[in-house]
């Protein structure tokens, strides 16, 4: 059984995650979406509400499950067996950070190759981080994220919003 991990911190899962799952799904046998627990940027979200989101974003794959994780991503997937390591690039930006992450990976242990997935030009722009900007701006983001996500992150920010105003 050939078995990947798809590495993140999901914060929160968009539409574009979602895609590079569906992708890996059809490549692997398995595929091991990693949330990772450890976050060494500022989540919005805690770990249990990024799995939520996670579980409701992937229902529709039965070959892909979620795991939560506080290692390293090289170590998780010797753990589990994993083959590859699944990493979703978006732009020329992207490739340069990926590239330094597969090599330290690769140094670490030669057997788990990193897979490198385009992502779709139609999600080419979307990020966590750009979600959330967005978001906190009251803007639109139908569409680009689940309906979860969306309701959490209007909920998220109307409450910001509140507590700003009661000052």
Same mark, same amino acid.
């Given at each position: 059984m050939?078995?990947?991990?798809?590495?993140g911190t999901f914060?929160?899962?968009t539409v $574009?995650?979602?895609?590079i799952?569906?992708?890996?799904?059809?490549?692997?046998?398995?595929?091991?979406?990693?949330i990772?627990?450890q976050?060494? !940027?500022?989540?919005l979200?805690?770990l249990? &509400?990024?799995?939520?989101?996670?579980?409701?974003?992937i229902?529709?794959l039965?070959?892909? %499950?979620i795991?939560?994780?506080? %290692?390293?991503?090289v170590d998780?997937a010797r753990d589990? $067996?994993?083959h590859a390591i699944?990493r979703g690039l978006r732009?020329?930006?992207?490739?340069?950070?990926?590239?330094q992450v597969a090599a330290?990976?690769k140094?670490?242990?030669?057997g788990? &190759?990193?897979i490198?997935?385009? %992502?779709?030009?139609e999600y080419?722009?979307i990020?966590?981080s750009m979600?959330?900007q967005?978001?906190s701006s009251?803007?639109?983001?139908a $569409?680009?994220?689940t309906? $979860?996500?969306?309701?959490a992150?209007?909920? !998220?920010f109307?409450d910001?919003?509140e507590?700003?105003n009661s000052?």
């Amino acid at each position: 059984m050939k078995i990947a991990v798809y590495p993140g911190t999901f914060d929160p899962v968009t539409v $574009g995650h979602i895609h590079i799952a569906e992708r890996a799904c059809r490549l692997f046998d398995r595929v091991v979406i990693a949330i990772a627990n450890q976050n060494y !940027k500022r989540a919005l979200f805690n770990l249990e &509400e990024r799995q939520a989101f996670m579980e409701e974003a992937i229902v529709h794959l039965p070959n892909c %499950s979620i795991m939560v994780y506080d %290692s390293l991503t090289v170590d998780l997937a010797r753990d589990i $067996g994993a083959h590859a390591i699944i990493r979703g690039l978006r732009a020329v930006s992207d490739y340069e950070y990926e590239m330094q992450v597969a090599a330290i990976n690769k140094y670490l242990d030669e057997g788990i &190759e990193t897979i490198f997935l385009m %992502s779709s030009s139609e999600y080419s722009f979307i990020s966590s981080s750009m979600i959330k900007q967005v978001a906190s701006s009251n803007a639109r983001i139908a $569409g680009l994220v689940t309906p $979860g996500v969306e309701r959490a992150l209007k909920r !998220k920010f109307a409450d910001d919003l509140e507590s700003l105003n009661s000052l």
